[in-house]
């Protein structure tokens, strides 16, 4: 008997240990989890502010594209409005350079406003050198940049010449 006992205390330290492993798994399996569950919490709060965020910025974006849209609009309106109270031919634009849109839409380039010639004979000249070249083709915009004249003036003399020829 006395020579049996050590192998029951063998038997009871083997149990012991196979005991605290298994609680010692069991403790790292329920951390682990807490770890995993914490871990996604914090996943879902963030993809939560994310979420709330890209919810933000779409609708920011929609309203932008609205006003866009309703800016849009709102000028095309006031073009054909235009367009019936200031009509633009075709003729017009070709004969004296002036630049189509590309709304299809023609409208003079930004004119500026010409001197007042004080003497006659000067101003006589220049309309004479304006309606030379463009005898030879140029436009209105290649005679105000060759005689260093406004566009403007430009086309009022070559408007008057057609005028007075017609």
């Given amino acids: 008997m006395v020579f ?31 770890s995993r569950d914490s871990a996604q919490d914090k996943a879902i709060r963030d993809s939560g502010q994310s979420f709330n965020v890209q919810i933000f910025s779409q609708t920011l974006k929609q309203q932008v ?12 309106v006031e073009q054909r409005n235009l367009d019936k109270v200031l009509p633009i031919n075709d003729h017009g634009s070709q004969a004296y350079g002036i630049s189509q849109y590309p709304s299809g839409l023609h409208r003079p380039v930004a004119q500026e406003i010409a001197p007042i010639a004080s003497d006659a004979s000067g101003s006589g000249q220049l309309h004479e050198q304006i309606q030379k070249l463009a005898l030879k083709g140029m436009s209105a915009r290649q005679i105000s940049e060759e ?15 057609t005028s007075a020829g017609d």
């Avoid at 594209?65 to 095309?76: L, S």
């Avoid at 005689?147 to 010449?161: F, K, M």
Wanted: hydrophobic content about 50%; charged content about 20%.
């Fill in 65 to 76: 594209d609205q006003a866009f849209a309703n800016i849009a609009e709102t000028i095309a």
């Fill in 147 to 161: 005689l260093e004249t406004p566009l403007g003036e430009v086309e009022l003399v070559l408007s008057l010449h």
């Fill in 4 to 34: 049996q006992m050590p192998q029951y205390w063998d038997v009871t330290i083997d149990g012991t240990q196979i005991i605290l492993c298994l609680l010692i798994l069991l403790f790292l399996i329920r951390s682990r989890k807490k």
